[in-house]
């Protein structure tokens, strides 16, 4: 449980700190990444037998997924310097995702 409670909290002061440097909540949500991690994990969960455990382990899996779309999105579009950005981030909020929703996971699990 504690393990939990600070994977959860570094998440927190992730997105605290994004806001303070100047970003704005806004920035941490993507529906597309969120639609990638839940879309693919759910499904596969419910294919599979629910479990947190299984949940947890199929979340990561498809923010891993989702990272790698990003990313490829991202080296597809490197002549325009505008694409890059928006690539990096949305590969990294996909694993953000998944990262928040497996320490949700871990919490239930115990």
């Known amino acids: 449980m504690l393990r939990t ?8 002061l992730g997105l605290v ?4 440097s100047g970003g704005t909540v806004g920035a941490f949500i ?3 990444s969120l639609l ?8 596969l969960v419910y294919v599979r ?10 979340i ?19 002549d325009d310097p ?3 950005g928006p690539g990096i981030a949305t590969a990294f909020i996909t694993l953000y995702y998944a990262f ?5 996971c871990r919490a239930m699990e115990e």
């Open 5 to 12: 409670g600070i994977l959860l909290l570094i998440a927190f």
């Open 82 to 84: 505008a694409h890059i």
């Open 60 to 78: 990561v899996s498809a923010g891993a997924i989702g990272t790698m779309t990003g990313l490829i999105h991202m080296l597809q579009n490197l």
């Open 49 to 58: 037998g629910f479990t947190w455990k299984r949940f947890r382990k199929l």
């Open 30 to 32: 993507d529906a597309p």
């Open 36 to 43: 990638i991690v839940i879309g693919i994990s759910v499904p």
């Open 17 to 20: 700190m994004g806001i303070l």
């Open 100 to 104: 928040v929703g497996a320490a949700l």
